[in-house]
Structures are given as structure tokens and as C-alpha cells.
């Protein structure tokens, strides 16, 4: 795909002609490989990513090595944070990482704040991003401070189950009790309740959502 037509059927929000005009003229698509950190804490922001193939996952990571597990970016989702940061030049605070091969579409940074002042739709493009994203870091901080670990496990394997298109999931159980915050030990024994009410399947390495 052309990158207008990229922006016409995942970001139609900026279907702008004078936009697509710098769009095409600046941007660029690039390739990313499973596992491949797109953006990392205390970082500066170079480019701005409009992912439309792949997934990617945004989480943060304290001193330790545990991970805190923000949310999904999926095609035609604007990464919020990182126009934060690129509007503001500041580090990045979190880490994005691909959980799959991943294309995007890459904007420089240098132009976000002149799209800004020119062009009505990226205005409006930012601002719900900002909007949406706020609304779901409330709700993962709601999450984490009211809600039971099992609560939180269940909201982490629909999420799951949504970012991958099916219901199998892979991962051990360590790698998400890192994205939870909790030790090991307490997601094996709330999967194996799971199993046991038959909402989920066990298998090594490799999560069966049933219900």
C-alpha cells in the first residue's frame, strides 16, 4: 500500500488533502520484527508511529524489571503518548514493544506541532487521541487500585483475546505476572481456578479462553 492509502483506510480522520500532500512528502513505512522495541523508556520520541499491520504493546517498567501493562496499539490507534512526548520534547515514560510483525507508517517528530497549527483534522486527530487514552488510564488505574487480582486477570485475558483476534493466548505465567504486577505463583493458582470453572484451558505456554 501507498501511504495515502494507508492514512484513507486506517487513519480517514486525516484524509486532508493539503495533509496528505506533507504526509506523503515526509513520511515513511517501516517494518518491525516480533519482539522489536519501537519506542523505549527515556527515549526522546523521533517519529510518530500510525501502525496499520501488527500489534503493539505499551507497558511500563520499573528498576526491578517488573512490567506494568498499559494497553493494545492496534492499526488505524494513534500512539498517545508518544504525541505527548514529541509535542512537549520530553523522554518517553513508558516502553512499546511489537508482539508480532508490525508496519507503520512513521511521521517525524519536527512537524507535529506545525500539523497542529495548520491543519484542523490532525488538531482533532491529537486531541481524541489524548481524550481516548486518558479515558483508559483511568480506567487501568481504577483497575489497579479497586479491583481484585482475578478482576484484573480476567480484564487482561479479554484484552488479550481482543489484541490477537482469537482465543488462544501465548505467554508464560511469568510473563504476565510481570504485565500485572504480581508474582507468578498468584496467577498459576487464579488460571487454575479459571480452568477449574471452565473459562479457560491450560496448556505449556499457552492460554485457551473458553468463555
Given at each position: 500500500m501507498t501511504k495515502r492509502e494507508i492514512i484513507s483506510k486506517y487513519y480517514p480522520q486525516l484524509?486532508?488533502?493539503?495533509?496528505?500532500?506533507?504526509?506523503d512528502e515526509v513520511g515513511f513505512l517501516k517494518t518491525l520484527n516480533?519482539?522489536?522495541a519501537l519506542i523505549d523508556m527515556g527515549q526522546y520520541?523521533?517519529?510518530?508511529?500510525?501502525?496499520?499491520?501488527?500489534?503493539i504493546k505499551i507497558f511500563r517498567e520499573d528498576e526491578e524489571g517488573n512490567e506494568l501493562f498499559l494497553y493494545y496499539l492496534y492499526p488505524g490507534e494513534p500512539c498517545a503518548l508518544s504525541l505527548v512526548?514529541?509535542?512537549?520534547d520530553k523522554m518517553s515514560q513508558v516502553r512499546a514493544?511489537?508482539?508480532?510483525?508490525?508496519k507503520l507508517l512513521a511521521l517525524p517528530v519536527q512537524y507535529m506541532n506545525e500539523f497542529m497549527a495548520k491543519y484542523p483534522s490532525w488538531y482533532r486527530f491529537v486531541?481524541?487521541?489524548?481524550s481516548a487514552r486518558m479515558e483508559e488510564m483511568l480506567n487501568t488505574i481504577d483497575s489497579i487500585a479497586f479491583h481484585k487480582m482475578d478482576?484484573?486477570?480476567?480484564?487482561y485475558l479479554d484484552k488479550a483475546v481482543q489484541a490477537n483476534g482469537n482465543r488462544l493466548i501465548k505467554g508464560t505465567h511469568q510473563e504476565i505476572a510481570y504485565e500485572l504486577?504480581?508474582?507468578?505463583?498468584?496467577?498459576s493458582r487464579l488460571l487454575k481456578q479459571l480452568e477449574k470453572k471452565g473459562l479457560i484451558k491450560l496448556s505449556r505456554n499457552l492460554i485457551e479462553v473458553i468463555h
Open positions: 484524509a486532508e488533502e493539503k495533509l496528505l500532500d506533507e504526509i516480533a519482539g522489536e520520541i523521533k517519529t510518530i508511529p500510525l501502525v496499520y499491520e501488527g500489534k512526548c514529541s509535542t512537549s514493544m511489537t508482539t508480532e510483525e508490525t486531541v481524541g487521541t489524548y478482576e484484573r486477570l480476567l480484564e504486577n504480581t508474582s507468578r505463583e498468584v496467577i
